[in-house]
């Protein structure tokens, strides 16, 4: 399987520096060398930093940091006041998702956090 890094993909709509959240650039930027990491794709993973294709941060269609965790760690970070359940839109909240609220100086620590917990799940 070719693995690419985690740079924005050319003639991609997120490769355009003007329609990416200078936050999460400093993201994708942060893991361009991880040889196991990818940014971009179709659909939902449009805007997505993936971990041998499993999603672990990304911005949503409203542009909200999300990033994928255990769910303990998910329900600690909300009682925290750190962010909120990610709902996908159709009224389904997911457990171990974990929509940041606006604090983009956490969003590294949340995104290599995020990253150790793909990088440890091989299902």
Not at 3 to 23: E, G, I, Q, Y
Not at 26 to 45: C, D, K, P
Request: positive net charge; contains cysteine.
């Amino acid at each position: 399987m070719k693995t690419t890094t985690a740079r924005p993909r050319k003639n991609h709509p997120t490769s355009r520096k003007a329609d990416m959240d200078p936050h999460f650039a400093a993201i994708v930027r942060a893991f361009a060398r991880h040889r196991r990491v990818t940014y971009g794709g179709q659909g939902f993973g449009s805007r997505a930093l993936k971990c041998d294709g499993k999603i672990f941060a990304m911005l949503s269609s409203k542009g909200r940091f999300v990033v994928k965790l255990p769910g303990h760690r998910v329900a600690e970070l909300i009682r925290m006041g750190k962010g909120e359940y990610f709902d996908t839109g159709r009224n389904r909240v997911m457990k171990e998702w974990l929509a940041v609220a606006q604090d983009p100086a956490s969003w590294l620590a949340l995104a290599r956090d995020a990253h150790r917990f793909a990088a440890a799940r091989r299902d």
